[in-house]
Every structure is written in C-alpha cells, then in structure tokens.
C-alpha cells in the first residue's frame, strides 16, 4: 500500500468514528430466562393512613352524636319525672274532693231538713274544684287526657245528681244521695284508681337499657384510635402521636360526660319518681281513709243508726290513715280528729243523736269537722311540699345538662380534628 492509500484509509477511518450514533457499543441485554429489573410499586401506605384519617374522625363525630342524643333524652326524663308525682297529687285532691262533697251533701240534708244550707252549697263547689282539677290535669299530661275526659263527664252526672238531693225532703234526700253514691263507689273511683295505678306503673319503670350504651362505645371508640395509633406507629416507626393521643382523651371526655348526665338525671328521676311519688301516694291514701271515715259517719248520723259494721269500717279507716300518713304534723291532726271521731261514736251508740249532730257539725275546734278540716289542710300542705320538692331536685339537675351538652359537642369537634391533624403528620413524610 502507498502513501497515499494509507492516508486516505486513515482519514476514512477517523471521518466514520467522529459520525454520531455510529460505532456505539450494543446495549447489553439480561441472558435468556433471567429477570428484568423495574421501578419498585408505589407505597400503599398514604392511602391506608388516609383511610385510618377519615375513620378515626368519624368514630369522634358518631360517639359525640350517641353523647348528644343521650343527654337530649335525658333532658325529656327530667322534664315528664315531676310531673308523674304533680298528677297523682292532682287525682288525690279530685278524689279528697269528691269524697268531701258526699260528706258535705249528707251533712247538708242533716241540718237542712228540707232546706238549702251552706254544706249542700259547699258540696257543689267541690265538685266543681274537682272538675276543674280534672282539666288541668288533661292539660298537664295529655296522654291521660283519654281517661281523665271520661273521668269529668262522670264527676259532672255526681255533682248533678248531688244538687238533686238539694232542697229535698229527708227521705228522698236519702234515696238520691244513696244514687249519686253508688254512682261515686261503682264509677269514680275506681277510674281514679286506675289512673292512680298507670302512674304508679310509670314512676316504678325504670329506662336502664340505655345505662350500658356509653361504657361500651367508649370502649369499642378507645381501642379503635389506639389500634389506629398502633398501625401508625408500625408505619412510621415513630411511637407517640400527640394528635392521637389528644383523640383518646376527646373519647375519655365523652364518655365520663355523658355518664355523670345520667348518673345525675338517675339520681333525680329517682327522687322525683320515687320518694316523693312515694309520698304522695302515702298522703292520698290517708285522705282517702279519713274522708271515708267522714262519709260513713255523716250516713250513719242521717240513718240514725250506729252498727257495728260501721263503727269497725271507721276506726280501720283512721288505723290506715295514720299507717299512710307520713309527716308528725299529719299525724298530730290525725290524733285530733281520732278524738272527736271517739266522741262521736259515743253519743251514736248511745242514741243521742242531738248530741252526735251537735259534735259532727258544730265550728267547735274539737268537733269533727274542724279536726278533719284541719287534717285535710296538712294533707294538701304535704302533696304540695312533695311536688315541689320533685319539681326542684329535677330543676337542678336539669340546669347543668346544657352544659355537659356542649362539653360533649366540643370534645367531639376537637377530638376529630386532633385524629386529622395527628395522621396529617404522617402523611407528610409520603409526599
């Protein structure tokens, strides 16, 4: 070869290696059956973080919800508790009344002889108290207003049928005072004591089905966000999150919130439907037993007859009524009226019949008017103490109940935004 082949084959040669993308070396491929390396998948834990986020605020959000619903019905139970103890105390006054009015009516035909006298205008005045009492309570109550509106059209054919035996002779007197008393014995008071028996039904019920609700969502809430705080911490290698733990006390707070509200409305309830319920239907009972004493005394004096029967039938009256009454008051006026009731029961076995109408009528302060008037007074003072005192121990629980309400509300607000906040912080380290 010359010279100038050789030159020309170099230049060649060097032209062909500076030309781009020519002579580069083959990419080296993987040997059959080995495999390729590719990227690694992406990380599947932000969206699990992101879905513990969301769930762990809901669980806040519904246990706040359960809370606030809680604290709402028992809002509702110390509204009706009190009133349970107000109408048995309402019913025992239309029954004291009722009562009351026979006597009177019977007394009335006593003096009058065949003449309008004031104890046969009182009668009618306490029967229209009673219906009165009757209208307010279907007022108070409305689901006894079925019952009370049959009550009212009954009391109002008593009072009828007393003002009939008004003005009348002695005899026919008698006949329509017997009428309206059957009518008083067969109807009205057994509608009053089954009135009397569905309210004593209700103030012994007792709502405890829903006590166990809270311990066990705050329980079930609790071992969620810690489980939640576990898978976290698992992820992130990173043991306490504040947010977390701010959460679980969001659920502690919930929960012993809502429990202390119904431990306090327990308590009330308790008092309102039960001793004072209790009291109440003590004093009515003894009420009852004396103004049945009064009537079988007044009959007794208008058919100038004392039996055995009656004189028994009476002094277990008063035996009941001093068993049921429950304050030294209500029983010192007992003793009173026992003592002018002794008396009469004398001058009745005896026949001395003048002497017995003297006693049981006269304003005499040892007669048995008097006495039993004044028994009577300390009854309604008690039935009266008694709602009161429901009414105020409800009233007092009642009054911190909002309070707990929005305590139960923030902690649950809060409670969500610190589980957000705390898996946020997670979350960061994915971006």
């Excluded at 359960?66 to 009190?82: F, N």
């Excluded at 035996?165 to 007197?173: I, P, Q, S, Y």
């Amino acid at each position: 070869m010359t010279a100038p082949t050789q030159v020309t084959t170099g230049l060649a040669a060097a032209t062909a290696a500076a030309v781009p993308g020519r002579n580069l070396p083959t990419p080296a491929t993987a040997p059959p059956g080995q495999p390729e390396f590719s990227p690694p998948p992406p990380s599947r834990t932000p969206q699990l973080l992101r879905r513990l986020q969301a769930a762990a605020a809901l669980v806040l959000l519904l246990l706040g919800g359960v809370g606030t619903l809680l604290i709402t019905q028992l809002r509702t139970d110390l509204d009706s508790a009190p009133q349970v103890a107000a109408q048995s105390a309402r019913l025992g006054e239309v029954q004291t009344r009722l009562l009351g009015a026979a006597t009177l009516a019977a007394e009335g035909i006593l003096k009058g002889k065949g003449a309008t006298t004031s104890q046969a205008a009182d009668a009618g005045t306490r029967v229209g108290e009673a219906a009165g009492l009757l209208v307010e309570a279907a007022t108070a109550r409305p689901q006894d207003a079925k019952g009370l509106t049959e009550l009212s059209s009954e009391v109002s054919a008593y009072g009828a049928a007393l003002r009939a035996a008004d003005g009348r002779d002695t005899a026919t007197a008698q006949g329509l005072l017997a009428r309206a008393g059957r009518q008083l014995d067969e109807q009205i008071l057994p509608d009053l004591a089954a009135l009397q028996k569905a309210l004593a039904t209700e103030a012994s019920a007792r709502s405890t089905g829903l006590a166990f609700v809270m311990p066990v969502l705050g329980l079930a809430a609790a071992a969620f966000v810690i489980w939640v705080s576990w898978v976290l911490a698992q992820r992130s290698r990173r043991v306490l999150n504040l947010g977390l733990v701010g959460a679980i006390v969001a659920v502690l707070v919930i929960s012993w919130v809502t429990l202390a509200a119904q431990q306090g409305t327990a308590v009330a309830a308790g008092q309102s439907r039960g001793a004072q319920f209790a009291r109440v239907t003590g004093l009515n009972e003894a009420s009852s037993q004396v103004d049945t004493a009064r009537r079988v005394q007044a009959e007794a004096l208008l058919a100038r007859s004392w039996p055995d029967a009656q004189a028994k039938a009476v002094t277990g009256a008063i035996d009941a009524a001093e068993k049921a009454a429950d304050a030294n008051a209500a029983r010192s006026d007992l003793a009173d009226y026992r003592k002018a009731e002794s008396s009469l029961a004398a001058l009745m076995a005896k026949a001395d019949w003048a002497g017995a109408d003297k006693l049981a009528l006269s304003s005499e302060k040892s007669s048995v008017a008097v006495t039993s008037a004044a028994f009577q007074r300390t009854i309604a003072e008690g039935r009266k103490q008694a709602t009161t005192a429901a009414a105020d121990t409800a009233e007092e629980v009642r009054g911190g109940l909002p309070w707990q309400l929005a305590a139960v509300i923030l902690a649950a607000l809060v409670g969500a935004g610190l589980a957000v906040a705390g898996v946020a912080q997670r979350l960061v380290e994915y971006r």
